[in-house]
């Protein structure tokens, strides 16, 4: 059985190679973003994944 899943994940962008990129993101801007996922665990104790962008392409 197929199912459609949904999931908001926070995408951290690190580094001067994506200082001229962050001025074009925009919502509903479409892009592609590839990285590794990891636990960041809040000062509050709470957990969440979160992307670690390696790569960020534009689509439109």
Same mark, same amino acid.
């Given at each position: 059985?197929?199912? %459609?899943?949904?999931? @908001?994940? %926070?995408?951290? &962008? #690190?580094?001067?190679?994506?200082?001229? =990129?962050?001025?074009? &993101?925009?919502?509903?801007?479409?892009?592609?973003? #590839?990285?590794?996922?990891? $636990? %960041? %665990?809040?000062? *509050?104790?709470? #957990?969440? &994944? @979160? $992307?670690?962008?390696? *790569? @960020?392409? =534009?689509? *439109?």
């Amino acid at each position: 059985m197929q199912r %459609q899943v949904y999931c @908001v994940i %926070q995408v951290i &962008l #690190s580094g001067e190679r994506f200082e001229r =990129l962050t001025d074009k &993101l925009k919502a509903g801007v479409d892009i592609q973003v #590839s990285g590794f996922i990891a $636990l %960041q %665990q809040s000062r *509050n104790g709470q #957990s969440r &994944l @979160v $992307l670690h962008a390696e *790569n @960020v392409e =534009l689509k *439109n």
